[in-house]
């Protein structure tokens, strides 16, 4: 298994979340200390506060998709690792964030921090547990699961166009799966109903190998997907 991965920009983006979680602090400490020695600058003090809250938001989605380590991407690179035939596995290459093309087929990786239980319930995700951190996460969006379903099918539209452009006329993009991955070994996981497969990250490998035998890609179709994608 080759894997083509943007480094460039996963270290630009590392660089910008601890940058900006530093910045947050300096400026919250300020709100903090103007609050205390001159209260008369109250908006000020106030208008640190706000920001420095908001940048503590940014430095934190930046931190935990490209400063936690290990990676979203290197977690999926182990999970992968030895997996035989000539798949790719790309990282931030493509128009969508993780992907994998292989004989499994084309499968659009959806990685999650999740701790404690998740479960797909009335057609939504909810995850509960994971301590007083993963909660806090959760109220603050950091850690939501959101709305893979649909995080699916955007990135399986933006997908579908990037391959159509180096099709020929009349050629058909093959099918894209989507498998929602959750990081966390210990995590428990009820998907019944839910539209896409959901594995614990250790897990993976298995999910792709019963995809290669269950419904194999052509090797030609294969190929012609490989063609349209970066080749480093």
Do not use: C
């Not at 298994?1 to 601890?18: V, Y």
């Not at 007083?132 to 959760?138: E, H, M, P, T, V």
């Not at 603050?140 to 995080?151: A, K, T, Y």
């Amino acid at each position: 298994m080759k894997i083509i991965k943007n480094e460039k920009l996963i270290k630009r983006n590392a660089t910008i979340g601890q940058f900006t979680s530093i910045g947050a602090l300096v400026i919250l400490f300020g709100g903090m200390y103007i609050s205390f020695t001159q209260p008369e600058l109250a908006n000020w003090s106030l208008f640190a506060l706000i920001l420095g809250f908001v940048l503590t938001q940014i430095g934190m989605y930046f931190g935990n998709r490209w400063g936690r380590r290990p990676r979203p991407d290197e977690k999926l690179d182990a999970a992968l690792k030895g997996l035989p035939g000539d798949g790719i596995l790309y990282h931030y290459s493509t128009s969508v964030p993780h992907l994998f093309v292989g004989a499994a087929g084309i499968w659009i990786l959806l990685p999650f921090h999740q701790r404690g239980k998740v479960i797909f319930q009335k057609n939504r995700w909810k995850s509960s547990g994971g301590g007083f951190l993963q909660g806090y996460l959760r109220i603050f969006g950091q850690e939501s699961i959101g709305r893979p379903d649909m995080e699916a099918s955007h990135q399986a539209s933006q997908l579908t166009k990037e391959i159509k452009k180096s099709l020929s006329e009349g050629e058909e993009v093959p099918p894209i799966y989507a498998a929602l991955v959750f990081l966390d070994d210990n995590i428990e996981i009820e998907s019944e109903g839910s539209p896409y497969p959901a594995v614990q990250v250790k897990k993976l490998k298995d999910l792709l190998r019963k995809a290669a035998k269950e419904r194999p890609l052509v090797h030609t179709d294969l190929e012609r997907v490989k063609a349209a994608l970066p080749q480093e």
